[in-house]
């Protein structure tokens, strides 16, 4: 189990203590945002208020106590008084109030945030086990009846907001416990925004229409990204098109074990940079994916370090963005697989033309 596994990198004295709600709920299997996790050598406590003690004791196994503890820092100091607790980590992602709380709480104990919680937690997270693969594959499946579903919806006439309202609706209904993210929705030259908000502004003849989007399936999100055209393309526009598509395929190819994410990058990064667009992909190649939208490991040039290993599930997703003219993005998922990676992500990839 995940939580043995983290517990098994704590020395004598020192303790996690976990609040996050998706790192809860990777160890547990309990989704709540009202919670937190005190891991220590002999313990594992999940701790949450009377509103959550009913449905947290039908579904965690993994604890050794479930404690009704509206105050968390009262049970904190209790258990680790009792086990001699002097260093307690903590994610880096805790707010300021609350570490301060702890420490003044918490007296004769280290309160330790910074990298040492965060590197042990993300180290299991970014490999997948069998079971998260398969639920993120049915987050994708969800997904891709969406993007089938809303290419029928996607016309002139049609505004942005209305598409993006349209296509969260099918996930919701057709399986999906949420939307992986705010789905991206633009027509026109707003595709060039990476992450453009969609609005009012309505479809033309001519644009192109970018979809960016993804579900979630029992905790697990997908994530997608497609560009089409409305009623024609242009050669400008079909030309990038196929650049980006073929800097995708190139960065596809390479992912498997042991390879670098800085050379996962730089498979699709120095294509486009061949064809004369390096200065207009603007982000990363791609990212991990799992009970967040963006995990570890990171396909960027920056990422000095990184090494693909077997269970990574990680986005492929470059671009090409040309600010007041249009953009192109086509984004897949793959799971790193011992023989190389597999595609999780079934749609077509060439240019639709609706």
């Known amino acids: 189990m995940n939580i043995e596994k983290l517990a098994s990198t704590l020395a004598k004295g020192e303790a996690y203590l976990i609040t996050t709600a998706e790192n809860c709920f ?97 180290a299991l997270r970014r490999v997948k086990s069998a079971e998260e693969a398969e639920k993120i594959r049915k987050a994708q499946a969800i997904a891709e009846k969406g993007f089938d579903f809303i290419l029928t919806r996607v016309k002139p006439g049609v505004s942005e907001i209305e598409i993006a309202r349209e296509l969260d609706y099918f996930m919701l209904t057709n399986g999906a416990q949420a939307v992986s993210f705010d789905t991206i929705a633009v027509t026109g030259a707003k595709t060039s925004m990476p992450h453009g908000v969609p609005g009012e502004e309505i479809i033309k003849r001519g644009d192109l229409f970018l979809l960016d989007f993804g579900a979630v399936y029992e905790g697990y999100h997908s994530d997608m990204t497609r560009t089409v055209a409305v009623g024609e393309a242009d050669g400008k526009k079909a030309e990038i098109y196929n650049i980006v598509l073929e800097a995708q395929k190139r960065s596809l190819d390479f992912l498997a074990p042991g390879r670098t994410c800085k050379d996962a990058d730089a498979a699709a990064r120095d294509y486009i940079k061949e064809k004369g667009f390096g200065e207009k992909f603007t982000h990363s190649t791609g990212h991990g994916v799992g009970v967040e939208i963006h995990e570890k490991p990171n396909l960027s040039s920056k990422n000095e370090k990184g090494v693909l290993e077997a269970g990574n599930v990680v986005t492929v997703e470059p671009g090409i963005y040309l600010p007041g003219e249009f953009g192109i993005r086509i984004e897949d998922m793959a799971l790193i697989t011992p023989q190389g990676s597999v595609n999780l992500t079934n749609c077509g990839k060439e240019l639709i033309v609706l």
């Open 26 to 122: 990777y160890f547990t299997g309990f989704q709540n945002g009202e919670g937190a996790l005190l891991i220590t050598p002999k313990e594992r406590v999940y701790m949450t208020d009377g509103r959550y003690i009913e449905a947290a004791n039908a579904k965690i196994t993994c604890c050794t106590d479930i404690l009704d503890a509206a105050v968390f820092t009262d049970e904190i100091e209790r258990i680790c008084s009792f086990e001699g607790i002097k260093t307690l980590f903590v994610e880096s992602r805790v707010t300021l109030g609350f570490y301060e709380k702890l420490r003044s709480s918490l007296e004769g104990i280290s309160i330790t945030g910074g990298s040492r919680l965060d590197d042990e937690i993300n």
